[in-house]
């Protein structure tokens, strides 16, 4: 099935076909109301507007929550044929700082919330709190631009170094949003909920940009709280949901304490990190629709694999996408057999154009014939669904042995005391590496490390047993509430 035809080359055009076939119906909606797609392309117009050839640069920051606002922004960016930039809004001061000189920003959309953030170096802070919609610019001026010209320049999130830019054109994401359609069988009558920042692949491509090229409804919610996403499931009949583990870890303790009629829902996905097994079953006992795991990263454009609805394998994150092609290789390049592990990788319409002024990165990423490096250890199974071993850079090397965390995460988050862990490596005199696990407990549950050990015991291979064990409040979590395994 094709979405899009071979006139239909850029997300300008998919916007502007959207919003003529489905101009009285409603876009979006967020905390301060609805907009139809007349509308919307109204106030994209009139935004884009503000975007003089002559006074800003090429690329143009959006510094703003999950609204309205985002979406005209960056809409409007692309309209005059310029590159959104969407920035982390989390990031710390000088990280922030750092994105908006590496990708050469001299105007930022904002509001007046997030208008502290930015430093007075900038040239033009635009406030849509401020903002009067002026006249749109013509139809003759709008640039509609070309396939392998850039959509967006997202930038990965960096802990103990600074982001990458990576760059995505048109065609990384038409071909991305031809897969998910493809798979899922999206359509204009789908009401889809955007919980993820948008500022993040996952959340901008299947929470912008696939349902406005559908012509389907956003509702957007710009802090995610449990009874917040129960409640607007509930009231807009949302169909979709694209979120995290950890955001389903939420959502079962605040299902579990309050009715809500869920019946609307027709697709769970879990994506940004892998999914544990007590979550996934939990989630299905509770829960209208079963959750299903995907995999995917910046550098493809969001989603490479899925399970889908009538065709999944629990633990797996499913079969690559319809147009993606899956490898496993050794640590010499070399394709490995079905059932072998090695590392991860993606070739593709999806797969990015490179690191923004990082050439040498952009080489070691991505091979000659355009196969991008992944960095993540799998295996590929009889029925070609893709398996997740581990981080590449994760691994625990013990006496020799590579061992994945998230095997040992995975006991320990069964345990019936315990809410979430993560589990590091730190250097060890005999063995090199051994495991250190990080621990949040469940709310009123007492537990010591000695009772986790001898559970762990029980269910793994003693190498494998973490030697350390500490309690945390909570762990780290990155903008997308992935573990930060680094700042552990």
Do not use: M
């Given at each position: 099935m094709r979405l899009y035809s071979v006139t239909i080359m850029t997300l300008v055009e998919s916007f502007l076909k959207s919003c003529l076939k489905h101009a009285q119906k409603t876009a979006l909606v967020d905390e301060n109301g609805t907009i139809t797609y007349e509308n919307l392309r109204k106030r994209s117009l009139a935004l884009a507007s503000n975007l003089s050839p002559q006074k800003t640069s090429n690329h143009i920051g959006i510094l703003l929550p999950n609204s309205k606002e985002f979406v005209i922004a960056f809409y409007g960016t692309l309209l005059v044929g310029k590159i959104p930039v969407p920035l982390n809004y989390l990031l710390s001061p000088a990280q922030l700082?750092?994105?908006?000189?590496?990708?050469?920003?001299?105007?930022?959309?904002?509001?007046?919330?997030?208008?502290?953030?930015?430093?007075?170096?900038?040239?033009?802070?635009?406030?849509?709190?401020?903002?009067?919609?002026?006249?749109?610019?013509?139809?003759q001026n709008i640039k509609k631009g070309a396939e392998d010209e850039l959509a967006a320049l997202l930038y990965t999130s960096g802990t103990n170094a600074n982001p990458k830019g990576v760059m995505l054109t048109h065609k990384n994401f038409l071909s991305?949003?031809?897969g998910c359609i493809d798979a899922f069988h999206f359509t204009e009558n789908d009401v889809l909920l955007g919980i993820l920042p948008l500022f993040h692949t996952y959340a901008l491509t299947t929470t912008l940009i696939l349902p406005i090229s559908t012509g389907a409804t956003i509702v957007y919610l710009e802090r995610f709280s449990g009874p917040k996403v129960l409640d607007a499931i509930e009231k807009y009949k949302i169909t979709a949901l694209f979120a995290i583990p950890s955001m389903y870890r939420v959502l079962l303790r605040t299902a579990i304490t309050a009715r809500h009629n869920l019946s609307s829902l027709k697709l769970c996905t879990s994506g940004g990190e892998l999914l544990p097994g007590d979550?996934?079953?939990?989630?299905?006992?509770?829960?209208?629709?079963?959750?299903?795991?995907?995999?995917?990263?910046?550098?493809?454009?969001?989603?490479?694999?899925?399970?889908?609805?009538?065709k999944r394998k629990p633990g797996s994150i499913g079969p690559p996408l319809s147009n993606i092609e899956i490898k496993i290789v050794d640590d010499n390049g070399t394709p490995q057999p079905v059932n072998k592990e090695g590392e991860i990788w993606v070739k593709g319409p999806n797969v990015m154009k490179g690191y923004y002024k990082l050439p040498k990165e952009s080489a070691e990423a991505l091979t000659s014939d355009?196969?991008?490096?992944?960095?993540?250890?799998?295996?590929?199974?009889?029925?070609?669904?893709?398996?997740?071993?581990?981080?590449?850079?994760?691994?625990?090397?013990?006496?020799?042995?590579?061992?994945?965390?998230?095997?040992?995460?995975?006991?320990?988050n069964c345990h019936e005391k315990v809410f979430e862990a993560a589990v590091i490596g730190v250097p060890d005199k005999i063995r090199g590496e051994v495991p250190k696990a990080y621990?949040?407990?469940?709310?009123?549950?007492?537990?010591?490390?000695?009772?986790?050990?001898?559970y762990c015991m029980q269910r793994l291979p003693h190498y494998k047993v973490p030697k350390y064990f500490t309690f945390l409040k909570e762990l780290p979590h990155g903008p997308t509430g992935k573990i930060l395994k680094r700042a552990l």
């Open positions: 700082l750092y994105v908006i000189h590496d990708a050469d920003i001299n105007t930022v959309f904002t509001n007046n919330v997030f208008k502290s953030f930015l430093t007075d170096q900038l040239e033009h802070i635009l406030s849509v709190d401020e903002y009067s919609d002026t006249f749109p610019i013509e139809e991305n949003l031809e979550v996934l079953e939990s989630f299905n006992k509770i829960f209208p629709v079963p959750l299903i795991e995907g995999y995917g990263l910046t550098e493809s454009t969001a989603i490479v694999s899925v399970n889908l609805p009538n355009n196969w991008l490096k992944t960095g993540d250890y799998g295996k590929l199974d009889e029925d070609g669904f893709l398996w997740i071993t581990g981080r590449k850079k994760e691994l625990i090397i013990i006496s020799g042995e590579n061992v994945s965390p998230y095997e040992i995460e995975q006991v320990i621990i949040v407990l469940l709310e009123n549950t007492t537990c010591s490390g000695e009772e986790i050990k001898e």
